[in-house]
């Protein structure tokens, strides 16, 4: 299925039960969505968010579509990762192995910000914090029959040029740009995953790292870019974008493609067939993403920074 004449949609699922999967940030937007989906297939859902709250005005949503989901709330702030480290034994603490984690939490923040890690907050947030994450719980991913990890990124990352400055990664020199911060970061996740899979060819284990990106989707993420385009994306106004622009579910799709049809392969990257949106597809990675030197070095950071090795 998924081919140009028959597109992929979420009926393609294959059957989940007795799969567990992880979904961060699945409070609301594509996450929730992809929750949902993983759900109503049969998965059991852990969902990784930093607000119980939140997660748990989530989890009364999906049970009302699927009565018999199976949810578990692990309390997850990417941004420490003092927190990373809780969750992620936590996660050991209740489940013996990880199907599939999907790695969909993220963030831009429009002025610059610290965590208590000392880290760039987007940059924290979306790539380092997921990167430590994965780390801890890889050896919950080799214990799965096929474990399989989803980097969800951006078209304008994983397609497109982006800046990356590995010498100034949390903006102390440069000047400060929100979109810059997230292209980095997102750019980062990519070359993290690809990395991922490089490392993991030739060793004795059937994970496989790929990664997604949604399009443009009408998500809640639009409360991240500024007072105009957060104006401009509430629901009676959201026909002023909806040319380039799709819905949760179509945006979630590239996603969960990803997380779960048989034929992906290692290091694939699905996300619309059009820039911005579409039917989910194979997409070609900019040569920037696949760039192996770039992908080391950045890897190398990110275990230096965070102070996770990868076990493998």
Same mark, same amino acid.
Not at 26 to 50: F, W
Not at 51 to 74: H, N, Y
């Given at each position: 299925?998924?081919?140009?004449?028959?597109?992929?949609?979420?009926?393609? *699922?294959?059957?989940?039960? $007795?799969?567990?999967? *992880?979904?961060?940030?699945?409070?609301?937007?594509? $996450?929730?969505?992809?929750?949902?989906?993983?759900?109503?297939?049969?998965?059991?859902? +852990?969902?990784?968010?930093?607000?119980?709250?939140?997660?748990?005005?989530?989890?009364?949503?999906?049970?009302?579509? +699927?009565?018999?989901?199976?949810?578990?709330?692990? =309390?997850? #702030?990417? /941004?420490?990762?003092? &927190?990373?480290?809780?969750?992620?034994? !936590?996660?050991?603490?209740?489940? =013996?192995?990880? #199907?599939?984690?999907?790695?969909?939490?993220?963030?831009? &923040?429009?002025?610059?910000?610290?965590?208590?890690?000392?880290?760039?907050?987007?940059?924290?947030?979306?790539?380092?914090?997921?990167?430590?994450?994965?780390?801890?719980?890889?050896?919950?991913?080799?214990?799965?029959?096929?474990?399989? %990890?989803?980097?969800?990124?951006? $078209?304008?990352?994983?397609?497109?040029?982006?800046? *990356?400055?590995?010498?100034?990664?949390?903006?102390? !020199? !440069?000047?400060?740009?929100?979109?810059?911060?997230? /292209?980095?970061?997102?750019? /980062?996740?990519?070359?993290?995953?690809?990395?991922?899979?490089? !490392?993991?060819?030739?060793?004795?284990?059937?994970?496989?790292?790929?990664?997604?990106?949604?399009?443009?989707?009408?998500? #809640?993420?639009?409360?991240?870019?500024?007072?105009?385009?957060?104006?401009?994306?509430?629901?009676?106004?959201?026909?002023?974008?909806?040319?380039?622009?799709?819905? %949760? =579910?179509?945006?979630?799709?590239?996603?969960?493609?990803?997380?779960? #049809?048989?034929? +992906?392969?290692? $290091?694939?990257?699905?996300?619309?067939?059009?820039?911005?949106?579409?039917?989910? *597809?194979?997409?070609?990675?900019?040569?920037?993403?696949?760039?192996?030197?770039?992908?080391?070095?950045?890897?190398?950071?990110?275990?230096?920074?965070?102070?996770?090795?990868? /076990?493998?």
């Amino acid at each position: 299925m998924g081919t140009k004449k028959t597109p992929w949609t979420a009926a393609d *699922i294959p059957d989940l039960n $007795g799969r567990t999967a *992880i979904v961060t940030g699945a409070s609301g937007g594509l $996450g929730l969505e992809t929750a949902l989906q993983l759900a109503e297939h049969g998965a059991r859902v +852990v969902m990784a968010c930093r607000s119980a709250e939140k997660a748990g005005a989530a989890a009364d949503l999906i049970r009302a579509k +699927v009565p018999t989901a199976e949810l578990l709330f692990v =309390e997850l #702030d990417l /941004a420490s990762l003092e &927190s990373v480290g809780k969750a992620a034994v !936590r996660v050991h603490d209740e489940v =013996e192995r990880v #199907d599939l984690l999907v790695n969909n939490a993220g963030m831009l &923040s429009r002025v610059r910000s610290l965590t208590e890690d000392g880290f760039e907050t987007t940059f924290a947030t979306n790539h380092l914090g997921p990167f430590a994450f994965t780390g801890q719980v890889l050896d919950l991913l080799r214990a799965a029959p096929a474990g399989r %990890v989803v980097a969800v990124t951006t $078209g304008f990352a994983s397609k497109k040029e982006a800046p *990356i400055d590995l010498d100034d990664l949390f903006f102390e !020199r !440069r000047t400060y740009k929100g979109f810059q911060a997230y /292209a980095q970061s997102k750019l /980062a996740n990519v070359l993290t995953a690809f990395e991922l899979q490089r !490392r993991l060819n030739g060793t004795d284990t059937e994970v496989k790292s790929v990664a997604a990106h949604p399009g443009a989707a009408e998500s #809640d993420f639009a409360q991240n870019l500024g007072p105009v385009l957060t104006f401009l994306s509430r629901p009676s106004l959201r026909w002023v974008f909806r040319f380039a622009m799709q819905t %949760v =579910e179509m945006g979630a799709l590239p996603t969960l493609r990803a997380a779960t #049809d048989p034929a +992906v392969r290692p $290091g694939d990257l699905f996300g619309p067939s059009g820039f911005t949106k579409g039917y989910p *597809i194979l997409n070609e990675p900019s040569a920037q993403a696949l760039d192996p030197e770039l992908a080391a070095r950045v890897w190398e950071a990110s275990e230096r920074l965070t102070g996770v090795a990868y /076990a493998l």
